[in-house]
């Protein structure tokens, strides 16, 4: 079989920021001129952190700031949601919108001087020991994109962090990553201690290594969460008051 020589598009799939001006390009030979909004949706679905304020602060001269972060800013993140979870979006897109929606909820936030109204709290977290933190990254992008509030902790958090912050901030769900075998074992204890000082929520945990269904439903409150793009949903269930119990049968079987 004769090899094919043409080589010129192989790296054509992957260059979304090509694919994005080239589509730009071709919105600009259109008479109709893109909305505020639509301007405000696009640059977060492209993740240009340089230009979002400028645009946001264009949006601002003919919306509410609630109108900009709900109508702009969320929903160009809902669309990178989608593009996440259709496997289109990789990590470093996905993370680039949403610190571009970050920014301009920010500008937003300070126009109204005070923080926008969230759906609820979620606390999000890596395992004691772990640094592998690129799936919660994207667990708290999806899930901000979804209007909640991530109480971040970040990663390698000890175990009394996080039963801290629990009883600090009352989260509808607690989420845990870990990518090594050797921390996943923190998730045990934190649901001992929950069960012990009566807190009870939905704890949702994913990543590599030893984190499988059967690891995370063999303790109390432990749902396994096989996908990032699963976290909003699982949240808007805990917050229409579904119990842990029934989380984990409905995502895990
Ligand atoms: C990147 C990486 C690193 C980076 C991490 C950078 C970072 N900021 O995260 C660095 C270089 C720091 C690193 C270090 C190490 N690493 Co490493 N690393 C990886 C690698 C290549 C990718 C992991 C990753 O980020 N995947 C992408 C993310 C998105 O996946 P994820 O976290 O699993 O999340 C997905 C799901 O699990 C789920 N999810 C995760 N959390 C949640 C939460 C909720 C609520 C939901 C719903 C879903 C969900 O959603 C995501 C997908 O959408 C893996 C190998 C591999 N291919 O997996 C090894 C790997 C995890 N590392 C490994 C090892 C051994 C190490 C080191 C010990 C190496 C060393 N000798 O120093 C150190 C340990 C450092 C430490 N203390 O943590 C081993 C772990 C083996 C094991 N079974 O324990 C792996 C599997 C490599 C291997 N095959 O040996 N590593």
Known sequence: MKPNQEFSNIFVRYDLNALHKDFKAKGSKTKLPRSSLQVVIDTVIAGENETISDVVQQALTQHTPLEVIREGLIRGMEEVGYLWRERIYYLPQTLAASDTMQIGIEICEAKMGHSYKKKAVVVTHTADGDLHDLGQKIVNALLRASGFEVIDLGKDVPVEEVLVAVEKYHPIMLTGTAGLTLTMNAFERIS?????????????????????????????????????????????????GKSWLELRKKYNG
């Open 192 to 240: 001992q201690e929950l069960s012990h000082r009566g807190l009870e929520l939905p704890f949702v945990c994913g990543g590599g290594g030893g984190v499988t269904a059967d690891f995370v439903t063999s303790f109390q409150f432990g749902i396994y969460g096989a996908d990032a793009a699963q976290a909003p949903q699982m949240a808007e269930d805990a917050l229409a």
